[in-house]
């Protein structure tokens, strides 16, 4: 009888540690759903990269709070996990609001969930936090802000390197170690259709290739690289890497052919080498590393379309994006500062409408109408002649997201 009574102890105190483990599992998951795309791992490698000195210890403040997100940092859907697609940007300076504005425009025609990852400098970061924290009432998005890091032997070399911290794109990979995959995209950027569209482009990636651009120019004429380069770059003339597609696990775990040595070598231990070597001779700073990365390495890069990433030099002297003048503007770039002059009205029709726009369906819907008569305006340009590609796909992308009844959506 002792034998027996022991025997169901035993099964009882079994059954017991079974449902302890089961509930601790269920907590650690949720909280892993909840804690979005921050994380340890990101601090550990802020800790690898920036070592001592001040700007670590300014930095490492910032990164504990990316290590351990507050409620006002994530905001997740109140469903299972699902796949999230990372966007990356880079703020420093005046360049928040141009951030803001990108943010809204990936998240008014987004159908997955978005995780942001933000870096920007130290004084930003409020901002970015009030402003954000304001669209938690849409919970379709996460985010998490980082500080600017830089290796800290040559932090100051790469953050002038051609503007403010514009290069921090280059170290993406060896911070966000958690992260397959990512979209980088600069702070004047505006999605006319769902990010959805170009972050599916990765599964047309072929077994070699780790990032996607577009070129710098469709027409070689007024292209920049073939005409005034004095680095090796990538095709006939040259990418573009305001919109950059990466699959980072690859990136990170590839061996570059280069010219610095008969070796090939890793992401990490091929970039200040390639600076030192061709600091004197370029002009587009990180952009220009790129292309000489995938000028010795082509099989690597998958080359979209203009139209992923049109901008002013599509249309200055005519139009040369043949793609775009089909099917719409599909990601719109307002470089050359055009979203804030009147050099090129066009743009900055289309960013001021979409600044000036809420989360509202109806205000969404009814954008259209006063946007066109603005374009209309601005036909005593090249851009706005063509001014209809510039509504074509925003069009589509309203009527596909917001007049269609919810379960077609």
């Known amino acids: 009888m002792r034998r027996y009574l022991r025997i169901v102890v035993l099964c009882l ?3 017991f540690c079974s449902l302890l483990y089961a509930f601790s599992q269920l907590a650690v998951s949720l909280e892993e759903g909840a804690g979005g795309g921050g994380g340890k791992p990101q601090a550990e490698a802020v800790s690898w990269l920036a070592g001592g000195g001040r700007g670590a210890a300014r930095g490492a403040g910032s990164a504990d709070s990316a290590a351990h997100p507050s409620r006002s940092d994530r905001y997740s859907l109140n469903i299972q996990p699902v796949q999230r697609i990372h966007l990356a940007v880079v703020a420093c300076g005046e360049r928040l609001e141009e951030t803001i504005t990108m943010l809204k425009s990936a998240i008014i025609f987004s159908i997955q969930p978005l995780q942001f990852h933000i870096f920007a400098e130290d004084q930003l970061h409020d901002s970015f936090r009030g402003i954000l924290d304001n669209w938690s009432f849409l919970q379709t998005f996460n985010y998490s802000l980082y500080p600017i890091i830089f290796p800290s032997e040559n932090a100051a070399e790469w953050k002038k390197l051609f503007k403010p911290c514009a290069s921090q794109r280059l170290f ?3 911070i966000l170690k958690e992260v397959d995959s990512l979209l980088y995209v600069d702070t004047d950027i505006l999605f006319l ?4 569209d170009i972050w599916s482009l990765l599964k047309k990636f072929n077994s070699t290739q780790i990032a996607a651009m577009a070129p710098e120019h469709e027409e070689p004429r007024i292209g920049w690289y073939n005409r005034f380069a004095r680095h090796p770059y990538y095709g006939k003339t040259g990418v573009n890497s305001g919109v950059m597609l990466m699959n980072m696990t690859r990136i990170r775990r590839k061996y570059f052919k280069n010219d610095m040595t008969t070796a090939r070598l890793r992401w990490g231990e091929m970039l200040m080498p390639l600076l030192k070597k061709y600091k004197l001779n370029i002009t587009w700073g990180d952009q220009d590393l790129l292309n000489i990365i995938f000028f010795h390495n ?4 998958f080359v979209f379309p203009c139209q992923w990433n049109y901008r002013p030099d599509h249309c200055i002297y005519g139009s040369n994006c043949q793609e775009a003048e089909e099917e719409g503007i599909f990601v719109l770039h ?3 500062g055009v979203y804030h002059d009147d050099k090129q009205p066009a743009f900055r ?3 001021e409408a979409l600044r000036n726009c809420s989360f509202e369906d109806d205000n969404i819907r009814s954008l259209l109408k006063p946007l066109e008569l603005e374009l209309q305006k601005t036909v005593h340009t090249y851009c706005g002649k063509i001014y209809k590609i510039f509504i074509k796909q925003l069009t589509k992308s ?8 919810p379960k077609e959506r």
């Open 398 to 405: 309203i009527q596909d997201r917001y007049d269609r009844p």
């Open 172 to 174: 993406l990979p060896l």
């Open 193 to 196: 259709r769902p990010v959805d």
């Open 13 to 15: 105190a079994c059954g």
């Open 349 to 351: 029709a289309i960013y």
């Open 334 to 336: 307002g470089n050359r």
């Open 298 to 301: 082509p099989e690597s890069l």
